[in-house]
């Protein structure tokens, strides 16, 4: 009977469940206590959870560059992808939201960023675009949604209406494309114009983070499929288009190591006070380890060259290794841009010395922050097995054909 | 008074109830009900012109003379008592600078009020804003606690209330007594150059800056006189006078913040 009932999915799911429940009594704790019992500081009041709001954010990227590619640039043949990565872009969409609630004082008052407009805002702007387009991934996940047998045999009519949602997906995925180019490089730029700060303050900010965004938001949907089919036999991947995607992918990543690299070397051409602090603290401080080998190395380097070079992207291992290094790499590109303008601090007077501080998360924040990703992971794991979100032999005629197989026939 | 009905002045709104009243009263109660809201309308009118000014009637200042600043954070110590501060946040820091020969140099930090201030232009909400009279305002009801307001600070002006203030206040009854509320848990708090004492001394027909009773606490406990305070609009008041017969700086002017704070360098005098 116990070992009926000890199957790797339902260990899966209990390991999973207990991760959420110790992040559920840390997060009620957060909501009871305050933010006084996080280690955030009026020197660094931006830590952990920004850091998992950003990676959620750019991780999700997938679903919008896909769905632009798919539907908008006319690569029909990668729709099975961008269905997976619409999933995921919701699931890491929300895991945001739950950040973000989280992290601010008032959680209570979230809406009044939707009623109180500072149009100058760009934290105002990033958060409309959040809010506009999970709604949009809301749609765009319908027809994934109406998958769920149950859902289907319950209400047939409803599947087969967010089943028809599917049409529109041209329409969803030009409004997607604009929203989160809006967002993705806006989020940048809410570090860019801070002008206190001079380590953020530049224009390349918004263009790092769109273009992070995407290799990496590209690259986790990939590695979710190829882990999930090598799990479960409910996932089913084209092996053809994961290469292609992943070459593409490779690509890409000399584009972003280009800018990347240019960047940061770039930071010391003005001299100005602060700035080549932050660069120093990022490649020779306590960064160092963080930058060279996890954002640079492993993050871009090795992942390029594994993409790049056949006889490894064909492996299917080495290929999962560098899209899980890629998304790691964007993670890390995030933590450290986030800290590195907190810590090094500025002074009030012209030509006093610029100090550091130093920021170590709390035991819950990073509770928290595991029962967030273990949310999405459980949240992504359910998809599979429900909803066959990883399935590349489900293509858009088949669907149609399976809608004509439910037991209420649509009328046309 | 809170800073929610601050915002929005009510007096037209306030009168219309009175007309209905009006209407079914005698021609002796009308004229005594009328005689009655021209004086109120009077009374709110006038303190209707402080807090709502016209923009640019009044242009608020600090000056601090860093010759006189002998560090003793009396300052800070009012500032606390009259604001209700938890004594774990400092709206107005004292800062030690250095020293010239052997005596030390402070810089007394209050909020810049800055005329292009980055916590104003960063707020998601605008829960920090512009009064017309150039303060930089909190409404404490709207903030949603980003704190991308003290990511934005280059003054380090701002503080968060990571926790609520519930015990009792130091600083009183000896440093002075509260004029607003306390703030709540998960809102950044700042200095607001006591923009309670400037509204209801204006109200009773007082000038900040010369009148105490008008004045922000810092500068009328300062025992040294290095700080002062008034109306740069006014060519007469002691601000732009100290401005235009001394040399003056601002904190991070290469910013283009344009505080509202100046500051008289401690050598001036030395100078002289």
Redesign the interface.
């Known amino acids: 009977m116990l070992k009926k009932l000890l199957t790797p999915w339902s260990a899966w799911l209990t390991f999973l469940g207990i991760i959420m429940l110790g992040g559920l009594a840390a997060g009620i704790m957060v909501f009871w206590?305050?933010?006084?019992i996080t280690h955030?500081t009026?020197r660094v009041?931006?830590g952990l959870w920004i850091t998992i709001d950003l990676s959620s954010i750019a991780l999700g990227a997938g679903a919008f560059s896909l769905c632009a590619g798919v539907y908008l640039f006319g690569l029909k043949r990668y729709q099975p992808i961008a269905r997976t990565a619409t999933f995921v872009g919701l699931i890491c969409y929300t895991m945001a939201t739950l950040a973000l609630i989280l992290?601010?004082?008032?959680p209570e008052?979230?809406w009044?960023?939707l009623v109180?407009?500072?149009t100058?805002?760009?934290?105002?702007e990033v958060?409309m675009c959040v809010v506009l387009y999970l709604t949009v991934l809301v749609f765009e996940t319908m027809p994934i949604i109406a998958n769920l047998e149950w859902l289907r045999r319950r209400f047939p009519r409803l599947t087969s209406l967010m089943e028809h949602v599917h049409h529109y997906a041209p329409f969803l995925a030009i409004v997607g494309l604009g929203l989160s180019s809006l967002h993705q490089s806006s989020l940048g730029a809410?570090y860019g114009?801070?002008?206190?700060?001079p380590f953020w303050f530049k224009p390349e900010m918004s263009v790092l983070f769109m273009l992070s965004a995407i290799v990496g938001g590209i690259s986790l949907t990939l590695f979710v499929s190829m882990l999930s089919s090598r799990l479960t036999s409910k996932a089913r991947v084209n092996d053809v288009l994961v290469e292609r995607l992943a070459q593409f992918v490779g690509y890409l990543l000399i584009g972003y190591f280009y800018f990347r690299a240019w960047d940061a070397l770039a930071t010391t051409y003005t001299y100005d006070p602060g700035r080549t602090e932050g660069l120093h603290f990022l490649t020779k401080g306590p960064f160092a380890f963080n930058f060279w080998i996890v954002e640079m190395l492993l993050g871009v380097v090795v992942p390029m060259i594994l993409l790049l070079y056949r006889p490894t992207r064909i492996n299917r291992f080495w290929r999962m290794v560098a899209l899980l290094f890629v998304a790691v790499g964007v993670v890390a590109f995030r933590w450290d841009t986030n800290l590195t303008g907190?810590l090094v601090l500025?002074p009030?007077?012209?030509g006093?010395a610029i100090t550091y501080t130093s920021y170590q998360p709390s035991i819950v924040e990073i509770l928290t922050g595991a029962a967030i990703l273990a949310y999405g992971l459980g949240a992504f794991s359910l998809g599979v097995k429900y909803l066959r979100v990883v399935d590349h032999s489900l293509l858009e005629t088949k669907q149609e054909m399976i809608q004509v197989e439910t037991p209420e026939p649509v009328t046309a | 008074m809170t800073m929610s009905n601050k915002r929005t002045d009510t007096m037209p709104e306030g009168s219309r109830p009175m007309d209905k009243t009006i209407n079914r009263r005698d021609f002796l109660k009308l004229s005594a009900v009328s005689v009655a809201v021209a004086a109120g309308t009077r009374v709110v009118t006038s303190s209707k012109a402080s807090s709502a000014a016209p923009k640019g009637k009044h242009r608020w200042a600090m000056v601090i003379d860093q010759s006189k600043c002998v560090g003793c954070e009396y300052c800070t110590l009012a500032c606390q008592a009259h604001n209700d501060i938890n004594p774990d946040i400092q709206w107005n820091r004292v800062i030690e600078a250095g020293k010239i020969g052997n005596k030390p140099v402070f810089v007394p930090r209050p909020c810049m009020h800055c005329e292009k201030a980055p916590c104003v232009e960063v707020c998601p909400v605008k829960a920090s804003y512009y009064r017309d009279d150039g303060i930089v305002m909190m409404d404490y009801d709207r903030c949603i606690g980003c704190r991308y307001c003290q990511i934005a600070c280059p003054y380090d002006a701002r503080s968060f209330n990571w926790e609520a203030f519930t015990g009792e206040n130091p600083a009183v009854p000896e440093w002075g007594y509260p004029g607003i509320e306390r703030r709540p848990r998960g809102v950044p708090e700042k200095c607001s150059f006591c923009y309670q004492t400037i509204d209801r001394g204006l109200a009773l027909g007082l000038t900040p800056g010369v009148d105490r009773e008008a004045t922000p606490a810092c500068v009328n406990i300062c025992p040294t006189g290095a700080r002062m305070f008034g109306d740069l609009n006014d060519p007469e008041s002691n601000v732009s006078k100290a401005l235009r017969d001394n040399p003056s700086y601002r904190l991070r002017e290469d910013l283009g913040t344009e505080p509202r704070v100046y500051y008289l360098p401690a050598v001036h005098t030395e100078e002289a």
């Open positions: 206590k305050g933010l006084s955030l009026d009041p931006w992290d601010i004082g008032r008052r979230f009044h960023s109180y407009w500072n100058h805002s760009l934290l105002w958060t809410t114009v801070i002008k206190a700060r907190q500025m009030i007077l012209a006093q």
